[in-house]
T-cell receptor, first 113, second 114 residues
Framework: DAKTTQPTSMDCAEGRAANLPCNHS???????VYWYRQIHSQGPQYIIH???NNETNEMASLIITEDRKSSTLILPHATLRDTAVYYC??????????????FGTGTKLQVIP | DVKVTQSSRYLVKRTGEKVFLECVQD?????MFWYRQDPGLGLRLIYF???????EKGDIPEGYSVSREKKERFSLILESASTNQTSMYLC?????????????FGPGTRLLVL
């Protein structure tokens, strides 16, 4: 199974860009990189996902390196409401077809006023 | 927007009680999941279902059972609750199966077993 490594915690000033790194050096060719976040006492919220190309949506941008061994989630203008635990996930290979989602311990992002 | 709802946000039960946790999704998703989340352990998959009346064990099914009689509803059952089942329980649903699947989560049920 491809595993991910993220820093335990990060701080970001309100209004600045938050750049959250993730290493997934054992990722295989067809595995997607997903990002979720979990605000305190709520369920995880999907943010964005990608395979090879960089992706952008209304919440964030995802930059995946050319070798796909790492990625960065960018929140362009962090607000206090972005304070959460951010999970980087790589889907498992599963010959049976179901892709189990395995959440690690994530990065706790604290946005500071 | 996908909406996944769970019957309770907080629940307190006694050891030995039978506990039902209900989950409903309104987007006609095929797949539904039950996880538990504990500090330092991340999310762990208990059971999932990819169709009505179908169920598959996840990583930690012991002490739990599930029921999916209708597509939109997936129930988690603790036949005889124990203190080690005190946890945050999260339900999720998804449309696709396989790579590129996005899961949508409910708000969670925080269960305390005394």
């Amino acid at each position: 199974d491809a595993k991910t490594t993220q820093p335990t915690s990060m701080d970001c000033a309100e209004g600045r860009a938050a750049n959250l790194p993730c290493n997934h050096s054992t990722i295989s060719g067809n595995e997607y990189v997903y990002w979720y976040r979990q605000i305190h006492s709520q369920g995880p919220q999907y943010i964005i996902h990608g395979l090879k190309n960089n992706e952008t949506n209304e919440m964030a941008s995802l930059i995946i390196t050319e070798d796909r061994k790492s990625s960065t989630l960018i929140l362009p203008h962090a607000t206090l409401r972005d304070t959460a635990v951010y999970y980087c996930i790589v889907k498992d290979d599963d010959a049976g077809g179901y892709q189990k989602v395995t959440f690690g311990t994530g990065t706790k992002l604290q946005v500071i006023p | 927007d996908v909406k996944v709802t769970q019957s309770s946000r907080y629940l307190v039960k006694r050891t030995g009680e039978k506990v039902f946790l209900e989950c409903v999704q309104d987007m006609d998703h095929e797949n539904m999941f039950w996880y538990r989340q504990d500090p330092g352990l991340g999310l762990r998959l208990i059971y999932f279902s990819y169709d009505v009346k179908m169920k598959e064990k996840g990583d930690i099914p012991e002490g739990y059972s599930v029921s999916r009689e209708k597509k939109e509803r997936f129930s988690l059952i603790l036949e005889s609750a124990s203190t080690n089942q005190t946890s945050m329980y999260l339900c999720a649903s998804s449309l696709l199966i396989g790579r590129g699947e996005t899961q949508y989560f409910g708000p969670g049920t925080r269960l305390l077993v005394l």
